[in-house]
């Protein structure tokens, strides 16, 4: 499988594709000025107990309180807690977490009230971002996550992915950690440290180590509510968890973030570092891969899948709820079983495709088209499950019930990726009325003749549909050989499309949007 990672880096947001064999398969689209990034750590400070949750509401800087449920303070919150009142207390001396007295763990079936209290300064790291009307939920199990490893404070015990099947594997590398590991360390060997040296592991140790080390030395001068350690980039964090060897390339169209994404590769995997490239063309990078046609098919209410086959997908406060439909698909001489066992298979193959890339999480409902051999139903939860082997997100997937529904649950960390494909008119942005478009081109001339000659800019880029651009760009004395010859040489017209059809973009030498809308009549 040829697995590409393509990164699109705007002023307003860094979007990150994953391509298997061309196929669109995840999509994460993070704002430049994001406020909360899930692995990102915070001393906080609780506002509120909640006794009847068994909860805790914590201040850590955002418009809601954060939540943080008993359960998520973890089984060595009574060291982490004394530990940090330590280090809090004497601001001038560096405590060790080697030379710690870890305190007992504390009661599964304990209550809130009996470790915190109104006012009391804590740390806690965010497990899920911010999710509609809700702050991020928090846990104060600490841990730091590597490419092989996962470092875990105050848990001083080693465990190894159940996904690695070897038990002799998973001795060894149990045996290994356990070596090299420093006291009052948790470790959890992650599956990608399956046949890895010693060496390597180590390294991956130190490096989480000194992330530990370089928090406390932050926690002895803040102030609350304060940021301690900030979690790797999304792009770092994405190929930290997905990067393997099948990927083939990975494209960045910002200088900065290139250089960050090839010093990241050449330290896991020195001998990948030249996949990186700087993706330099004319075209949007995500228009050059197509990927934005991908986007705009797939994140639809309606998504078709094969030979005229169809997705409903529907999102509610609660659930999504997905309907099979077969549409007008030819049928086959199989019958109708076999027929509705075909669409079904396929359907799984697209759900399990839109569970990733739209990163759905929560309860799903799919509903199938019924069939009424046992051996087919079985059949197609086979084939749910082998298609969502893929997916890193903790998942559940029951049997179809008795009217043919499959229920699934999946882990959601952050928000569903939720994009609309459907376009409001740029031209009358919805009256329903708009000038003629034959006179369209002429509106582009006008503006660039007052970027030119009233707002002094030579240099720029206008984005239209790739429609507009064929028709500027035609003949052998084309519109834009004319406009450039009247009004600058540093004009360039780029197709894009992401854009509707009589939509238009003017783009600075530094990537950033000339505001020149329409509404704003230019005389």
Known sequence: MNSELIVDVTPKEVSIAVLEDKNLVELQKEAQNISFSVGDIYLGKVKKLMPGLNAAFVDVGYEKDAFLHYLDLGPNFASQNKFLRQTISDRKKTLSIS?????????????ITELLKSGQEILVQIA?????????????????AGRYLVLIPFADKVSVSQKIKSSEERQRLKQLVQSVKPKNFGVIVRTVAEGKKIAELDDELKMLAKRWEDCVVKLQRAKLPSLIFEETSRTGAL?????????QSIHVNDPDVFNQVRE????????????????????????????TKQIKSLFGKTVTFKSGAYLIIEHTEALHVIDVNSGNRSKSGKGQEENALDVNSAAAQEIARQLRLRDMGGIIVVDFIDMQEGENRQKLYEVMREAMSKDKAKHNILPLSKFGLMQITRQRVRPNMDITTTETCPVCFGNGTIKPSILFTDMLERKVDYLVNKLKVKTFSLHVHPYVASFINQGFFSLKWRWRCSYSFGLRI???QSLALLEYRFIDSDKNEIDLKEEIEIK
């Open 264 to 291: 990241y590769v050449e330290m896991i995997a020195p001998e990948k570092k030249d996949i990186v490239k700087l993706y330099e063309g004319t075209l949007p990078i995500f228009d050059n891969f197509g990927i």
């Open 128 to 144: 899920k971002e911010p999710i509609s009307s809700k702050g991020p939920r928090l846990t104060a199990e600490i841990s730091f």
């Open 239 to 247: 190929l930290r968890d997905n990067f393997n060897p099948s990927f």
């Open 99 to 111: 030379k710690f007295q870890l305190l007992p763990e504390i009661n599964k079936d304990g209550a």
């Open 494 to 496: 780029i197709p894009n």
